[in-house]
């Protein structure tokens, strides 16, 4: 069964601390792993998207990692700010369905002054 | 700048009303999704349109049906809500065409349906 599971389930920092969250997946066969933010009561927005050829790929702050043979990925936070309170996303698609994205139920970080 | 745009925030319907929830998207995306969140889930599908008047049924249909007259516009109904449909909806769009991996999913901002 095709599946993709986050921890930890929530995460509470200190505002200018590093925290990496985790994500791990059986999607088979694989096309692209993307890492959303989701705010509060807000909709998600997309922070990184990597197919498997891709190791690392960056958005300011947010650092995305993908290993496609051990089907896992991390997303760091470098020099965390209060903004960076939400949800975050791990969604994974496959290449068979033409709307099959499987999610993740995200990690919920939470930053403190 | 894509927007997906949602017809409320908050909803309070009562138990057996016909609630329409719209979205409206402003990038020609063929493709258009109702997912619902609720916590300790990730998000569900309940529909999906690859085109006008074209539907899919996701993974939670039961109880819900769905209209796309428009491209831009899809709309999620339900028949006869019920107190277990209380939960937040989320329209997404992409485009159908282009390489797959750059179809993103963009999000609306969503809307918080409470049934009493």
């Known amino acids: 069964k095709n599946q993709v599971e986050q921890s930890p389930q929530s995460l509470i920092i200190l505002e200018g601390k590093n925290c990496t969250l985790q994500?791990?997946?059986?999607?088979?066969?694989?096309?692209?792993l993307r890492w959303y933010k989701q705010d509060t009561g807000r909709g998600p927005v997309s922070l990184t998207i990597?197919?498997?050829?891709?190791n690392t790929k960056s958005n300011g702050r947010y650092t995305a990692t993908l290993d496609a043979d051990t089907k896992q990925s991390s997303l760091h936070i470098t020099a965390s700010q209060l903004s960076d309170s939400a949800s975050y996303i791990c969604?994974?698609?496959?290449?068979?369905?033409?709307?099959?994205?499987?999610f993740g139920t995200g990690t919920r970080l939470k930053v403190l002054a | 700048d894509v927007k997906v745009t949602q017809s409320s925030r908050y909803l309070v319907k009562r138990t057996g009303e016909k609630v329409f929830l719209e979205c409206v998207q402003d990038?020609?995306?063929?493709?258009m999704f109702w997912y619902r969140q609720d916590p300790g889930l990730g998000l569900r599908l309940i529909y999906f349109?690859?085109?006008?008047?074209?539907?899919e049924k996701g993974d939670i249909p039961e109880g819900y049906s769905v209209s796309r007259e428009k491209k831009e516009r899809f709309s999620l109904i339900l028949e006869s809500a019920s107190t277990n449909q209380t939960s937040m909806y989320l329209c997404?769009?992409?485009?159908?065409?282009?390489?797959?991996?750059?179809?993103?999913?963009?999000f609306g901002p969503g809307t918080r349906l409470t049934v009493t």
């Open positions: 969604v994974v698609r496959g290449t068979s369905g033409t709307y099959k994205y499987i």
């Open positions: 994500c791990n997946y059986t999607v088979s066969p694989f096309s692209n």
């Open positions: 990597m197919t498997f050829s891709e």
């Open positions: 990038m020609d995306h063929e493709n």
């Open positions: 349109s690859y085109d006008v008047k074209m539907k």
């Open positions: 997404a769009s992409n485009p159908g065409v282009g390489v797959l991996y750059r179809r993103e999913q963009y």
